[in-house]
T-cell receptor
Framework: GAGVSQSPSNKVTEKGKDVELRCDPI?????LYWYRQSLGQGLEFLIY????????KSGLPSDRFSAERTGGSVSTLTIQRTQQEDSAVYLC?????????????FGEGSWLTVV | GENVEQHPSTLSVQEGDSAVIKCTYS??????FPWYKQELGKGPQLIID?????GEKKDQRIAVTLNKTAKHFSLHITETQPEDSAVYFC???????????FGTGTRLTIIP
């Protein structure tokens, strides 16, 4: 596709269940990011993948959060034992990578509600 | 790490008037400053960006200015239209690191 694709677009889950959110970046983009946006708030950095380098996981809020990027393309963000405070929009983004100043393109987000 | 502050948090202007949103950053190593527009239920979209070797950049009704000494940058929207109503985010990243640090956003409302 032409843009960053995320699925599911909406997810309602029960507290304590695990969820997986998927991101398909723009073809050819080596950099991939996950951000979290709570209702009415700004964008909180979670994790950054660049090519084959070790990911920057400095934004992950707890060890319940993890992410993988397989084959340098699709990424999955996993939240284990979900809590109500995990309710937010999870935004994926991608860029050409390699240096500051490359345009970062966002997907439409996955809206997660934990009940 | 980098810290970006954004003001105001809400802004209402009459259609046709100008809107200005201001951001400050903390790390002098930051060299890239994009602005994103986010409409309800959608992901942020880049509307304009500026790099640290430039003081001002303009694209039709939108302009961004950068003051490296004071570590602040601003978004200017002229001749505002109803479709400009959205949440606007500033961001910054530094040399050698693409990760963006975002401001807290400004909800802009254009009053017809």
């Amino acid at each position: 596709g032409a843009g960053v694709s995320q699925s599911p677009s909406n997810k309602v889950t029960e507290k304590g269940k695990d969820v997986e959110l998927r991101c398909d970046p723009i073809s050819g983009h080596t950099a991939l990011y996950w951000y979290r946006q709570s209702l009415g708030q700004g964008l909180e950095f979670l994790i950054y993948f660049q090519g084959n380098s070790a990911p920057d996981k400095s934004g992950l809020p707890s060890d319940r959060f993890s992410a993988e990027r397989t084959g340098g393309s699709v990424s999955t963000l996993t939240i284990q034992r979900t809590q109500q405070e995990d309710s937010a929009v999870y935004l994926c983004a991608s860029s050409l990578g390699g240096a500051s100043g490359n345009t970062i393109y966002f997907g439409e987000g996955s809206w997660l509600t934990v009940v | 790490g980098e810290n970006v502050e954004q003001h105001p948090s809400t802004l209402s202007v009459q259609e046709g008037d100008s809107a200005v949103i201001k951001c400050t950053y903390s790390d002098s190593a930051s060299n890239y400053f994009p602005w994103y527009k986010q409409e309800l239920g959608k992901g942020p979209q880049l509307i304009i960006d500026i790099r640290s070797n430039v003081g001002e950049k303009k694209d039709q009704r939108i302009a961004v200015t950068l003051n490296k000494t004071a570590k602040h940058f601003s978004l200017h929207i002229t001749e505002t239209q109803p479709e400009d109503s959205a949440v606007y985010f500033c961001a910054a990243s530094m040399r050698g690191n693409e990760k963006l640090t975002f401001g807290t956003g400004t909800r802009l409302t254009i009053i017809p």
